[in-house]
């Protein structure tokens, strides 16, 4: 059901929960996650701390629920992108774009899972990493169905195996992410910057 079907009362738990996020990520990434309360975070939502808790039991499952729901944004728009019409090239170029749009659109929530990953707060984790990379390994598939799917037309040769491609190019749209995060190079504006990299030597002749 979409939002606007909603009762009213619902809408606005909606409106409230967004907002409580938002003010988390906000803080989070400007402070870190250990050294924000959650008063600093109902203050800057503008909500009394016990509305907080009435949505979340803790700092822990506030955390919890953001990366989740942030996870969940990012497996659709990118499966959404493999899904899209075209041949395998205009679906791999979708991907890059989405995954670039995504990750720019995002920034701050993106920062701070990776500062927390690499960090000592392995705790404050349990049982969600588990559910992003199933996440991660779902859109993997897509991405290498859409290479077998380019194989077997013959656009691509069978150079390797579809899943090893997908990871290939999964890994290097990160590493000009995590370039890009860092300030130290833009993300390629054209996806074909990113396919032409990784196309060296696989794209059929014609």
């Known amino acids: 059901m979409q ?18 996020l938002a003010a988390a990520i906000a803080l989070f990434s400007d402070k870190g ?10 203050e800057k939502a503008e909500f009394a701390v016990g509305t907080l808790y009435k949505f979340f039991k803790n700092k822990e499952d506030l955390y919890k629920a953001l990366i989740a729901e942030q996870a969940d944004r990012f497996h659709a728009a990118l499966t959404e992108a493999l899904a899209a019409e075209g041949d395998a090239v205009e679906r791999l170029r979708g991907y890059v774009r989405a995954k670039g749009r995504i990750y720019m659109d995002n920034a701050a929530c993106i920062r701070l899972y990776f500062a ?4 000592a707060s392995f705790n404050i984790k349990a049982g969600l990493d ?10 993997l598939r897509r991405l290498e169905s859409v290479f077998a799917d380019g194989m077997a037309s013959g656009v691509f040769r069978k150079t390797a195996e579809p899943y090893h491609l ?18 130290r190079q ?3 504006e054209s996806p074909d910057i990113i396919l032409n990299i990784f196309f060296h030597g696989l794209m059929e002749v014609k």
């Open 130 to 139: 588990s559910e992003i990379r199933e996440r991660c390994e779902l859109v």
């Open 33 to 42: 996650y250990h050294n924000v309360s959650m008063q600093e975070i109902a």
């Open 166 to 183: 997908a990871l290939a190019l999964d890994s290097l749209c990160n590493a000009f992410l995590f370039h890009w995060l860092e300030g």
């Open 186 to 188: 833009p993300y390629p």
């Open 3 to 20: 939002e606007n079907n909603l009762p009213r009362r619902e809408r606005e738990r909606i409106r409230q929960r967004q907002d409580m």
């Open 116 to 119: 927390e990953h690499r960090g």
